[in-house]
């Protein structure tokens, strides 16, 4: 890489960051070009010759977000940890997830965006699916699932989890003590409400 396209890259994650840094503090409609413009202190027309327009500049900003999401996931399932271990930390990445940038903008961005859309389904069916069957079927080989509960069933729970997580988020930071709720929801994932057997 000359300096010429290291100099651009350098620009271009300049925006993206300062861009990153509105979405989490603002609705993605009230953002304008010109905003981002100042804060990243370049010229709009920068912004426009890197990106085109600002819904393609939200894409990819939100597609690099997922991206690195998905890559700390994936190191993280495949190091060695114990299935419990596995759980607590999808629960607690979305926890951070959620207060880097909250899932009503990310929700509110697919909604206007079938690219981002079906990007999104592909990396969930590409990759996130393949790592939890295989997180499962590692939990079943060390018996810390039973064998009476199949893949599909892990499966639903899980999703089951993820539909109301949101919800969950808003019970958690009402009930004064967020890390205490969810690891109580951890605990529930594994026991139910009778504790462990």
Known sequence: MNGFERRAN???????????????????KRIRIADISKLA?????????????????LREVIKDY?????????????????????IAYIIFLEKEAYRELPLGVIKELI????????????????????????MIKEGKESGEISE??????????IQLYMNQY?????????????DKFLEGMV???????????
């Open 10 to 28: 350098q620009i271009k994650e300049k925006i993206k960051k300062t861009t990153l840094g509105m979405l989490q503090a603002s609705d993605p």
């Open 66 to 86: 997922l991206d690195k999401g998905t890559a700390d996931f994936e190191a993280y399932m495949k190091a060695g940890h114990s299935l419990k271990e596995k």
């Open 166 to 178: 949101e919800t969950l988020l808003d019970m958690a930071q009402k009930s004064g003590d967020l």
């Open 41 to 57: 202190n370049v010229s709009q027309v920068t912004i426009y010759n890197y990106f085109g327009s600002k819904e393609a500049l």
């Open 111 to 134: 909604s206007e965006d079938h690219e981002l859309t079906a990007y999104i389904e592909e990396q969930y069916k590409n990759k996130a699916i393949p790592l939890t069957i295989q």
């Open 148 to 157: 009476d509960v199949s893949i599909e069933n892990v499966l639903v729970f």
């Open 187 to 197: 605990h529930m994932f594994f026991y139910g409400v009778c504790g462990k057997g």
